[in-house]
Structures are given as C-alpha cells and as structure tokens.
C-alpha cells in the first residue's frame, strides 16, 4: 500500500498566491506551502529576530510557487489539467496566473510531516508580536513581547507573508485596549488572535470556508484567549453587529465588493483595515474607498503589496 502524499505545485505570480492557494484547498489540499521572490526583495527579520539579507539564502528569482499537499490515495493526475486550467483562468479576474503550470511529486509520509517544521520558525513580526509555530518552544525575549501561537500546517495567514504583517502592524498602531472588532475573511485566525492580545475586548472572526473556520477555532484554541467567535459568513453579508475595527486581509478582487458593506456596520471613530492589495490594485482600492465614503488615513507599503488604514468622512 502507498502511503505517499503528493505535493501539487502551482509555477504563479506573486499576485495570485493567495487566489492559488484557496483552489488548491478547494481542491482538497490540507496543507500549503509558498515559496514568493516577492518575499526576498529587501532585508527582513529572521527566526531569532535579527535582520538578515535575504540575498544570502537560496529563493525564487522570480515569480511564486504555491505548493499543495494532498493526503495518500487521492487522485489527482486527471486534476492537474482542470486546476492549471483554474489557474489561468485567474486572468478573468484581472490576476497575473503567471506560468500556469502544474507538477505532481509524492512525497514521504515522514517527509510531509517535517516539512512544516523546516520552513516555519518562531518570527518576530513587529515590535511586540512574535509568530511560534506550536512545536517550538519559545522563550519571550522582551517583558512586553507577545507570542502568538500557530499551528501553520492548513491555512493561510501565517505571518511570513507581507500582507499579514503589514495588518498586524497596523493593529499595533491602533489598538488602545477594549475595541470590538470583525476580522473579515479569517484564514488562519491570527489577526484575531492577535489583537485579542493586544487588548480588543471582543472580536467576530468570519470566513466563507468551513475548513478555514475549523483552523482557525483550533489555533485560537493553542492561545490564551477567550473573547474571540467564529462562523461561516460571505463577507458582512447578513450581519447585524457593528465594530470599532474591520479588518479584512483578502485579495483586492474581494476587497471591492466587501466596501460598501462596510459603512453600516463600523462604529463612529471607527477604522477599517484592509491588507491583501497587490500595488497594482491600489489604486482601485482607494477610489472604491473614497466613493463609498472613506478618506484613507494611513498607507503601507512592503515589497510589491499595500495596506490601508480607512475611516468614515465626518
């Protein structure tokens, strides 16, 4: 009997990892991996916090690869040519596919299992918050320093990527302690998680992905919090509760439809964040914003990627 997995990579651009990343789920993956170039153009902070040049250790030149890790038995060589179709398919919706090309490799159980653990190290986001895998264990190296504890074998959003940390940065600067928010489109719960730390009282965690819902109810589970729900929902669709903090780190694509929700459901004074924004797209952005009534109060920026931090006109 084989009891191989088999690791699916997707050859794509920068911009549609994440797109790619939820077909491969779609599809039945239970873990993703992403190797970005994006992620190597300028000098970072490493496992032990230090900062180090990227340009030292091997990585993409170009492009990115979204590799999907899919449990013995499954089937999918009659897969591969719907999926790359899938992926090229990305162009419909203004999304660079790249090269659109689709590779099987099997890959040990033992092998599969390690693999998380070689790619994925404690890393020091921003000032006080620190990313730990939940097989490392961490000693805080500041008095004030919080860890946040993943398990990144599932989901998205586990902190290596741009766009999630240029919201926890932002929820960093902003939270005063006792805010109600709503984390739009959840992923792996860790901007929940960690703004529960950072002292919001309360928070609605929503996703439209049942297998994202379980992740992130199982991360949250590896954290002392207490204050955090979550459900399946589409967006804000249907909700009746209102926040002082929206945030919402997903594709820009998804981002323009989810704005005009907003305004109804942001408490006065309140901000909404929203990361996921390819630069190219920011501009779309921002227009959608300021025509559904929001001036942009803060922008930014970390290697071909865009946040923003919006607010109501008075």
């Known amino acids: 009997m084989n009891n191989d997995w088999t690791a699916l990579t997707v050859t794509t651009s920068t911009e549609a990892v994440e797109a790619v990343s939820n077909i491969l789920m779609e599809a039945g993956a239970v873990g993703i991996q992403i190797k970005d170039a994006a992620d190597f153009k300028k000098e970072t902070i490493d496992a032990h916090g230090t900062w180090f040049d990227p340009a030292t250790i091997p990585h993409l030149a170009t492009g990115a690869q979204v590799i999907g890790y899919f449990e013995p038995a499954t089937s999918l060589i009659e897969k591969r040519d719907h999926l790359a179709s899938q992926v090229k398919a990305l162009a419909q919706f203004g999304l660079d596919p790249g090269?659109?090309?689709?590779?099987?490799?099997?890959?040990?159980?033992?092998?599969?299992?390690?693999?998380?653990?070689?790619?994925?190290?404690?890393?020091?986001?921003?000032?006080?918050?620190?990313?730990?895998?939940?097989?490392?264990?961490?000693?805080?190296?500041?008095?004030?320093?919080?860890?946040?504890?993943?398990?990144?074998?599932?989901a998205f959003g586990t902190g290596t990527h741009p766009t999630t940390q240029l919201m926890l940065s932002l929820l960093e600067s902003l939270v005063?302690?006792?805010?109600?928010?709503?984390?739009?489109?959840?992923?792996?719960?860790?901007?929940?998680?960690?703004?529960?730390?950072?002292?919001?009282?309360?928070?609605?965690?929503?996703?439209?992905?049942?297998?994202?819902?379980?992740?992130?109810?199982?991360n949250i589970a590896l954290n002392p919090v207490s204050h955090i729900t979550v459900k399946a929902n589409d967006l804000l669709q249907g909700l009746t509760v209102?926040?002082?903090?929206?945030?919402?780190?997903?594709?820009?694509?998804?981002?323009?439809?989810?704005?005009?929700?907003?305004?109804?459901?942001?408490?006065?004074?309140?901000?909404?964040?929203?990361?996921?924004?390819?630069?190219?797209?920011?501009?779309?952005?921002?227009?959608?914003?300021q025509d559904n009534g929001f001036t942009i109060a803060q922008r930014r920026d970390a290697v071909g990627w865009v946040a923003f931090d919006a607010v109501l006109k008075a």
Do not use: C
């Open 99 to 154: 090269a659109a090309t689709v590779t099987l490799a099997d890959v040990r159980q033992q092998d599969w299992a390690d693999v998380w653990k070689k790619y994925y190290h404690p890393l020091r986001v921003s000032r006080f918050l620190t990313i730990v895998p939940k097989w490392e264990h961490y000693t805080p190296q500041q008095p004030d320093e919080l860890v946040l504890t993943l398990d990144p074998g599932m």
């Open 242 to 289: 209102s926040a002082d903090l929206i945030v919402a780190n997903i594709l820009a694509e998804v981002l323009v439809p989810l704005i005009p929700q907003v305004p109804s459901r942001l408490n006065p004074h309140g901000h909404f964040l929203l990361a996921g924004i390819i630069a190219e797209k920011a501009d779309l952005i921002r227009q959608t914003l």
């Open 176 to 218: 005063r302690g006792g805010e109600t928010m709503i984390d739009v489109g959840t992923g792996s719960g860790i901007l929940a998680i960690a703004a529960e730390r950072l002292g919001v009282s309360q928070i609605l965690a929503t996703d439209v992905d049942e297998i994202a819902v379980k992740n992130a109810q199982a």
